[in-house]
């Protein structure tokens, strides 16, 4: 592949959109009998949560003569189209035409396009696959998090110009952490790929007031969509990172904080420090992201982190006739 | 090949047809714009037509859409959606009723 040619060009054409799960709203964004019209993929998501509490998405256009059903509202569990009144279930079946004397079982069946949609922890996500592929594994979760009542610290979110697999690269690219951020890179980072998932660990000794301790740092990304992140220290802290695109060119990025249950004042004012320090390392990085180019060829020496097996798993997500159908647990 | 249409009012007219010409759109021109409404994709039943006794076996069988929409219509026996039937010269001399609006 050759680089891109031209300042304005930025090497995005040849990356398309991945498959996966990923977020397009947090979860009390979307209250019963609300209809949301989400943008992501190029395209729409039209979400609705019934009077059960179910959210159901479907594409944005109706069948019938072309309305946004964006502009529709809930009636019971069903969307109902403001144009005809058309009414739609879950599933993209017709469930009443006002003015028909029958529903036409084809329409009954299902005439909408429809999107896997699931929340966990406060965070609503979809299935994007451009050919609209059955999911390939399992959303992932932070079991913990409820299974040990951690807390839930903060919530911060960016619109980003760039693709969202530059986003997740930052992370293996170990030489920028002292040059951007002024820290060390991860000294023994232990790097490992499973299926859909990619697990980086790390372990160091920190220098302390209090003598030396050691640190951890465990992230766990699954898909292009999701990763969580436990840095265990002084403090203990769980970050849920969500990366999402809007486009190819623009990537939403949701970071929820967790911290342990019972923690003293002293190691919550610690917590707030960690979460303020990650967050101006973001804030640090994204003006490199914004101008940047991705290389496809990039010229990588003795010390720069495993970017190259970070692209070769993520390639795995542009592989859209994969016939690979079955849902592995991730 | 000529075909006789039996119109919703009683009236049977002749129509003429080619083979391999689909029925619904030769009903919808020549007889009443209503008939036909969605194009032709089995979501309006508009076209429901009777093939008098016997013409059944001359056209191909109705797929599983056709048979749940003429369910649906409670359609009688020898009833098809014309949108449905591809005549052939198998046909030629056919005679079928318009069913009455529902």
């Known amino acids: 592949m050759t680089e891109a040619i031209g300042s304005r060009l930025r090497g995005y054409e040849d990356l398309p959109m991945p498959f996966g799960w990923f977020a397009v709203a947090m979860s009390d964004e979307i209250v019963p009998l609300e209809v949301k019209s989400l943008s992501y993929f190029g395209t729409e998501v039209v979400v609705w949560r019934g009077e059960s509490g179910e959210l159901h998405a479907v594409d944005p256009y109706c069948p019938h003569l072309g309305a946004h059903l964006g502009g529709g509202d809930v009636v019971g569990e069903d969307l109902r189209c403001q144009f005809h009144h058309w009414r739609f279930n879950g599933e993209g079946g017709v469930t009443d035409i006002p003015y028909a004397k029958m529903i036409p079982p084809k329409l009954k069946r299902s005439c909408l396009a429809t999107w896997p949609i699931e929340e966990s922890l406060g965070v609503v996500y979809v299935w994007y696959h451009p050919r609209k592929a059955a999911p390939k594994w399992a959303l992932a979760s932070a079991p913990i998090i409820a299974a040990e009542h951690w807390v839930k610290a903060?919530?911060?979110?960016?619109?980003?110009?760039?693709?969202?697999?530059?986003?997740?690269?930052?992370?293996?690219?170990?030489?920028?952490?002292?040059?951007?951020?002024?820290?060390?890179?991860?000294?023994?980072?232990?790097?490992?790929?499973?299926?859909?998932?990619?697990?980086?660990?790390?372990?160091?000794?920190?220098?302390?007031?209090?003598?030396?301790?050691s640190g951890k740092i465990d992230a766990l990304a699954v898909g292009p969509g999701q990763s969580f992140t436990r840095f265990t220290d002084v403090t203990d802290v769980y970050m849920m990172q969500e990366t999402t695109p809007i486009d190819s060119g623009t990537t939403h990025l949701r970071w929820q904080f967790y911290h342990a249950p019972d923690m003293s004042d002293g190691k919550l004012r610690v917590t707030a420090a960690r979460i303020r320090d990650l967050v101006k390392q973001v804030n640090q990085d994204i003006p490199i992201w914004e101008r940047k180019r991705y290389n496809h060829a990039p010229m990588l020496v003795d010390g720069d982190g495993p970017v190259l097996a970070y692209r070769k798993q993520y390639a795995?997500?542009?592989?859209?006739?994969?016939?690979?159908?079955?849902?592995?647990?991730? | 090949m000529e075909l006789t249409v039996v119109d919703r009012d009683g009236t049977a007219r002749a129509l003429q047809a080619k083979s391999g010409e689909v029925l619904m759109p030769l009903l919808r021109d020549g007889i009443d714009v209503a008939i036909g409404i969605c194009g032709g994709v089995i979501s309006c039943g508009t076209c429901l037509v009777i093939l008098d006794e016997g013409w059944s076996g001359h056209v191909a069988s109705p797929s599983d859409d056709e048979t749940d929409m003429l369910e649906a219509l409670d359609a009688p026996p020898g009833a098809r959606l014309a949108c449905q039937l591809t005549l052939s010269d198998a046909v030629a001399g056919l005679r079928l009723t318009i069913a009455p609006e529902a």
């Open chain 1, 154 to 213: 903060q919530e911060h979110e960016w619109i980003i110009k760039t693709h969202v697999q530059e986003i997740t690269e930052n992370g293996q690219d170990y030489a920028h952490f002292r040059a951007v951020h002024g820290t060390q890179g991860p000294p023994a980072s232990e790097f490992q790929l499973d299926g859909w998932s990619r697990r980086n660990t790390v372990e160091m000794q920190m220098v302390t007031p209090r003598g030396p301790m």
């Open chain 1, 316 to 330: 795995r997500f542009y592989q859209f006739d994969d016939p690979e159908p079955a849902i592995a647990a991730a």
